[in-house]
């Protein structure tokens, strides 16, 4: 049984036994996206497509495929890792410049420093480390 006119978002077999759904049917050309790797491909518009199931597929299909019918997702979510648990460790490890202390935090959590100001960061621990609340003196 082969498919005459393929229908937008039915899913299909290839001749060569690849499980396919139809993305669009344009003039003389049909978008398929495959159901094993996700590859988008055109094909001529009479191209034998039959039934997706039987002994016809040559390759599983994925359970869900990585592109989606509808619209785009949004950005990727970014866990932000705090800042204080690593300059407070470096703090009073010692040894440390306030310039390698920055240069570490940027290179250990650079996805939790973009848009923030470093140094600041880096100079209000410091400033926490030394007030009156934690025992030492600032005088």
């Known amino acids: ?8 978002g039915a899913e299909y077999a290839t001749a060569s036994g690849l499980p396919v759904r ?13 159901l094993a ?6 094909v001529p518009a009479g191209y034998p497509l039959g039934p997706k199931t039987g002994p016809n597929l040559a390759v599983a299909r ?14 990727p979510v970014r866990l932000n890792k705090p800042l204080a648990p690593l300059i407070d460790a470096m703090l009073l490890a010692g040894g ?6 920055v240069r570490e ?12 100001n470093l140094p600041a960061n880096v100079r209000a621990r410091l ?5 009156p609340r934690s025992g030492s003196s600032r005088r």
């Open 1 to 8: 049984m082969l498919a005459r006119e393929p229908r937008v």
């Open 22 to 34: 139809v993305v669009a049917v344009n003039d003389g050309q049909v978008e398929l996206q495959s």
């Open 37 to 42: 790797s996700d590859s988008r491909f055109y």
């Open 62 to 75: 994925r359970a869900s495929p990585f592109q989606a019918l509808g619209p785009a997702a949004g950005p």
């Open 96 to 101: 440390h410049t306030m310039r390698g202390i």
């Open 105 to 116: 935090i940027r290179r250990k959590a650079s996805a939790a420093c973009r848009g923030k």
């Open 127 to 131: 400033y926490w480390f030394r007030s």
